[in-house]
Nanobody, 120 residues
Framework: QVQLVESGGGLVQAGGSLRLSCAAS????????MSWYRQAPGKQRELVAG???????NYADSVKGQFTVSRDNAKNTVYLQMNSLKPEDTAVYYCNAHVVLPRLTVTDYWGQGTQVTVSS
């Protein structure tokens, strides 16, 4: 069993910053890609940023230069530093991990989501 626990969401004024964290725990052999997604009310869930276990990153065009994804492999944790936040960044942010289990099967896991609200 693997769990992803997110933290760091909250209410912030436009132009402010937040740092999200997502820690994976359980029967983990290794983790390939760790990603952040978000879902705003009435919209589909979208990929925000991802990072491989070799620290290759990719970002949605809408957050390039504004958000930074990083990870600590020793802690099985991924971070999302969000700067210059805008009201349109308001969403529930979800962590996703492609986990390699001890039997070397790969399974996708999701966190429970953390609310980010940016006021204008």
């Amino acid at each position: 069993q693997v769990q992803l626990v997110e933290s760091g969401g909250g209410l912030v004024q436009a132009g402010g910053s937040l740092r999200l964290s997502c820690a994976a725990s359980g029967s983990i052999f290794s983790i390939n890609v760790m990603s952040w997604y978000r879902q705003a009310p009435g919209k589909q869930r979208e990929l925000v940023a991802g990072i491989s276990n070799g620290d290759s990153t990719n970002y949605a065009d809408s957050v390039k230069g504004q958000f930074t994804v990083s990870r600590d492999n020793a802690k099985n944790t991924v971070y999302l530093q969000m700067n210059s936040l805008k009201p349109e960044d308001t969403a529930v942010y979800y962590c996703n991990a492609h986990v390699v289990l001890p039997r070397l099967t790969v399974t996708d896991y999701w966190g429970q989501g953390t609310q980010v609200t940016v006021s204008s």
